[in-house]
């Protein structure tokens, strides 16, 4: 996996991981705002400058994180990665900080439906021109907040023009939503420090943890809360 090391200082270091269609370039809004710690931003395959490899996405950041305990953040698709290589790894672990990010559908039968939307956007991917597929995806309610800030949007969908549609279809459907397991209980037992983030304009995470204790609202808010909010994730970090 491609890393980008966005800081160097001392500590124990800051490991951040993307949402799909983004790449290690969304964190430098947030490590801006951070003094004197190393931050390594990483590219998940088929985003960025790393491509897509036969191999477990465990295996791979395992392999390509430094070898002492991490900070690690991920946002959205990557912190559901995240959270995967926390259970998998948690001694490698010192905290855990998830932004927007689902611990997993609970019924066959949602993650079913999930799955089924996925193919749809998957199928987007592949066969409109890149830049309607962004539009469209951007367009969603999920992202309602940023409507407000059209240069913000016009930014984004600028930063995902250079990337791989097939492997992004790709990627997409290898880690849906709908493939991942029902993991609240194990997020609720992970013993090491965890931070769960989520905006205030995101009504899908609001209603998911609006009781969770200790977890962070952040005012003003939808779900790209990293791009939106970069000065207020920085302070939680």
């Known amino acids: 996996m491609h890393c980008r090391i966005l800081s160097k200082g001392i500590g124990t270091p800051l490991v951040f991981l993307h949402g799909f269609l983004g790449s290690s370039e969304d964190w430098l809004p947030v490590v801006s705002h951070i003094k004197g710690r190393t931050c390594y931003a990483y590219d998940l395959p088929g985003h960025g400058k790393t491509p897509w490899a036969e191999m477990e996405i465990e295996d791979l950041m395992e392999s390509a994180f430094p070898p002492e305990p991490l900070d690690l953040v991920g946002y959205s698709l990557g912190g559901r990665l995240a ?112 931070k769960i983030v989520y905006g205030e304009y995101d009504d899908k995470f609001v209603a998911l943890y609006n009781t969770w204790p200790g977890a962070h609202l952040i005012d003003g808010a939808g779900h790209a809360l990293h791009l939106e909010k970069p000065d207020k994730i920085a302070e939680l970090l």
Not at 87 to 95: A, E, G, N, Q, T
Not at 172 to 189: I, P
């Open 83 to 194: 959270l995967r290589y926390a259970l998998r790894h948690p001694s490698r672990i010192r905290s855990l900080t998830l932004l927007s990010t689902h611990y997993g559908l609970p019924l066959e039968e949602e993650r079913q439906q999930r799955l089924q939307e996925d193919r749809k956007w998957a199928q987007k991917i592949l066969t409109f021109p890149f830049d309607e597929f962004l539009d469209s995806w951007y367009d969603q309610p999920l992202f309602s907040s940023m409507l407000h800030n059209n240069e913000l949007k016009q930014e984004i969908v600028s930063m995902r023009k250079a990337s791989r549609p097939k492997e992004l279809a790709r990627s997409l459907m290898e880690w849906s939503l709908g493939r991942q397991a029902f993991f609240k209980e194990k997020l609720q037992s992970l013993k090491i420090s965890l």
